[in-house]
């Protein structure tokens, strides 16, 4: 079983930043993807960005050019680096571990932007 965590969201006045934290620990394999969603009151959860285990990122349009997703120093630390934060990106922010067929959700961290 694979546990996954996230930390790091609060309460952010509109173009701040905010960096968010994904640890991931249990029976993970050698090699795995991170993703990051987010879903707002009212909405369906959306698709924000992906780190490949090779090291390879992709980003959602309404989040490019201002989040950052990387890997920490530890493998199995992933961070979302958000800056330029919106009103509209107020959500709870969910981090994904992937890995082709046996993939885990954390519970997610509340991030509001104030205007």
């Known amino acids: 079983q694979v546990q996954v965590v996230e930390s790091g969201g609060g309460l952010v006045q509109s173009g701040g930043s905010l960096k968010l934290s994904c640890e991931v620990s249990?029976?993970?394999?050698?090699?795995?993807?991170i993703g990051w969603y987010r879903q707002a009151p009212g909405k369906e959860r959306e698709y924000l960005a992906r780190?490949?285990?090779?090291?390879?990122?992709q980003y959602e349009d309404a989040v490019k050019g201002r989040f950052t997703i990387f890997r920490g120093t530890a493998k199995n630390v992933v961070y979302l680096q958000m800056n330029n934060l919106k009103p509209e990106d107020t959500a709870v922010y969910y981090c994904?571990?992937?890995?082709?067929?046996?993939?885990?959700w954390g519970q997610g961290t509340q991030v509001t932007v104030s205007s």
């Open positions: 994904k571990y992937i890995s082709g067929g046996d993939d885990s």
């Open positions: 249990g029976r993970t394999l050698s090699a795995y993807d």
């Open positions: 780190l490949w285990d090779n090291g390879l990122t």
